[in-house]
């Protein structure tokens, strides 16, 4: 009997729209965390968190890190990671990865992009941080 394999993944969105969300490439101010979890490359369940860290005055990455780690997440697919916030992922094993070359992807288009494996892995920052 074969393990299944399941897989958190995080989307950065601008609604709670779940898979019809917009996707955004803001990771720390994001105001919404789509949570999409897949069984053996099947979807799951579909959940919204709000991003509170989006309002922080500083430190919004790491903060957002923390509010999906505490969900369980073990991949993002998101654009821009501060080196705050890539650093916090890592430390979580929380797998980055980039977004779609395509503007106003939904968050169903992100998640078809990560199963066709469409998506490239990120292992650093990809931008400066503190991008408000």
Known sequence: MSETK??????PSTSDQGLKAKATTRFGRCPIFTIVSLNDGEIETVSIIEN???????????LAV???????????I???YGPNAANALKQANIQMFG????????VAELIDAFL????EEINSA???GHRY
């Open 6 to 11: 399941t897989i958190k993944i995080a989307v």
């Open 52 to 62: 509170k860290a989006s309002q922080a005055m500083g430190g919004a990455g790491p």
């Open 66 to 76: 923390q509010s999906i780690a505490n969900e369980g997440v073990n991949t993002i």
């Open 78 to 80: 998101g654009g821009y």
């Open 99 to 106: 977004p779609l070359k395509k503007e106003n992807a939904t």
């Open 116 to 119: 066709k494996n469409e998506l």
């Open 126 to 128: 990809t931008s400066p």
